[in-house]
């Protein structure tokens, strides 16, 4: 497939799905709506999931830290100052990158799997933050009777599942759409350099630490921006949300999406949640096996995850053809974060020369 | 002892790098005056890419001090000395193998085009960014491979990729390790054109094991050996120099 062809494709199966998914609250029941509102909800998560991991390579367990500061500030907001959905948005994305930038010194100077342990603390002390501070966060009962939304000033507010999924698809959308506007812009590709080989993009007097440290804590910001439609999508929230299962659900959904992709990132989630969510009601108990399956086969089949199935399908089919095993090494696949020491990723073995 | 006597631009004084036991870089002095083309020679292990390192700061040293224009640099970090003008090629090719060709240089030449402030208008970014990198390719020959992705460039055009991209960063001091290693004798032939058209503006300190390119081009070569200074001078006198033809024997034996 050419590379246009391929856009092409991927264009159209990107305006397929959003029709979809503006279609959707008219052809399915109130309660899978507001399923599917959280879903999103959680897609969002894992963009920003997806945005440390695959773009600036700091594989992450611990949005679900800025997610919950973000969902319990915009909850405050809602129960006592205002119920205007830019108010509570901005609140959430304020305490996201608030959150962020309080933890940023503690990420941004590891690399790889330090990361991901790093970031598993992080997500479980504020989890267990959220059940003990119960004169703010209501602890384990969490918070209930948080008022429905309007979503601007003098708008009537949101009665209905229906109209609350569409709140939250249009924010998730605009959100979106201005961090792919962001990234294709020429900073996108420090990032993407940064990410490529860390040692020569300093060697170009790039300031890597500061762009991971700018991206960790926009990555916060879209983060506390899902916490907030959290609270408009359930209503409710309570420490239960934030727990291990969904960093590792988020985590997976991204490497199963293809860790490099904004959209796989969406399809990803949405397809762990739907594992998660309806599958276990319709073969009780095995929603894990089947996940753990679902990690297996993509991680050996797909190291691209889904956003790179067509190039590792082609790749596949080459380089059996060659007689070679596996799909071929190529740059930026899953979830293998940075180089530590700056090998460059793909650059040709050739040295005739000394290594010292 | 070298042709030039103008002020140097680059000083290092006594610098010493261990790695563990063994002393890679030992006490060794070095001057690079400004638009001088001086080589490191020394057989394998002799300490030259270490140097490198040193000068550029991909390593710190553990003695001495390294001076550049008339400052001391020995604490600044790679990102630091590459704003100040010093650029790196390095043995095996260092480009970013997921951007293409000329976003590689744009990335390089960042900092020289203004950072951010060079990027804040898409005119502006096509102007101080783009049009110049593309330039460059042209100029290196990779005008035709302009948008394809580093990762499918053959290893010589990685070589004159990264070129490229260290002119972009408008060294005052070029850095380069082996850039004839892997070269096919046509690209080599193109590297000495390219080398030798560099301005003068522009000092090259090079490690090369080609002797034919270092003669045709430095004006100071200086020998290493066992991470030690062996001698300095004239192209000229060392060819002949006896203690030159020593250290590669003993590194033969």
Known sequence: ?356 | MTAFATTPLLTAEAVVRRYGSLVAVDRVDLRVADGERHALIGPNGAGKTTLLDLIGGATRVDGGRIRFDGRDITRLGPARRARIGIGRIHQRPAVWPSLTAVENVVVAGWHQAGGFRGVRTRARYRRRLREPAMALLDRVGLAGVASTTAAHLSHGERRQLEIAMALAGRPRLLLLDEPAAGLSGVEVHRLAELLAELPRDVSVLLVEHRLDLVYALADTVTVLHDGRLVTSGEPDEIRNAPAVRRAYAEAVR
């Open chain 1, 1 to 356: 497939m050419t590379p246009a062809a391929r856009r092409w494709l991927v264009r159209a199966g990107g305006v397929g799905l959003l029709l979809v998914a503006i279609a959707l609250p008219w052809s399915v029941d109130a309660y899978t709506t507001s399923l599917f509102a959280r879903t999103l909800v959680l897609g969002l998560v894992g963009v920003s999931v997806a945005l440390l991991t695959g773009l600036a390579g700091l594989p992450t367990l611990g949005q679900t830290g800025p997610y919950a500061a973000g969902a319990y500030a915009s909850a405050l907001v809602a129960m006592h100052v205002s119920s205007v959905g830019v108010v509570q948005v901005l609140t959430g994305a304020a305490a996201g990158a608030l959150f962020a930038l309080l933890t940023v010194p503690l990420v941004v100077y590891a690399r790889g799997v330090v990361v991901l342990m790093i970031t598993l603390a992080i997500g479980e002390l504020t989890v267990t933050a959220a059940g003990r501070w119960t004169s703010v966060t209501g602890g384990t009962d969490g918070l209930a009777g948080i008022p429905a939304i309007q979503p601007v000033w003098g708008m009537a507010p949101l009665a209905s599942d229906r109209a609350r999924y569409l709140y939250t698809l249009v924010v998730v959308g605009v959100v979106i759409a201005a961090m792919v506007m962001l990234l294709r812009t020429p900073a996108g590709l420090l990032l993407r350099a940064s990410r490529d080989d860390e040692a020569r993009t300093r060697a170009s007097g790039h300031r890597v630490t500061g762009y991971l440290a700018v991206t960790f804590v926009g990555a916060g910001a879209v983060a506390g921006i899902a916490g907030s439609l959290l609270i408009t999508a359930q209503q409710y929230v309570s420490p239960a949300d934030f727990g291990f299962d969904v960093s590792a659900l988020l985590l997976l959904g991204v490497v199963i999406g293809g860790a490099a992709s904004i959209g796989g990132a969406i399809v990803g989630t949405a397809l762990v949640i739907a594992v998660r969510d309806w599958l276990s009601g319709l073969l009780p108990g095995y929603a894990p096996l089947l996940l753990g399956g679902l990690f297996v086969l993509t991680a050996y089949l797909f190291p691209r995850g889904v956003a790179g199935f067509s190039t590792e399908l082609a790749n596949l089919v080459r380089s059996r053809s060659r007689g070679r095993t596996g799909p071929g090494d190529r740059p930026g696949t899953g979830i293998q974060g940075r180089p530590s020491r700056g090998e460059p990723v793909g650059a040709a073995p050739v040295s005739s020369g000394e290594t010292r």
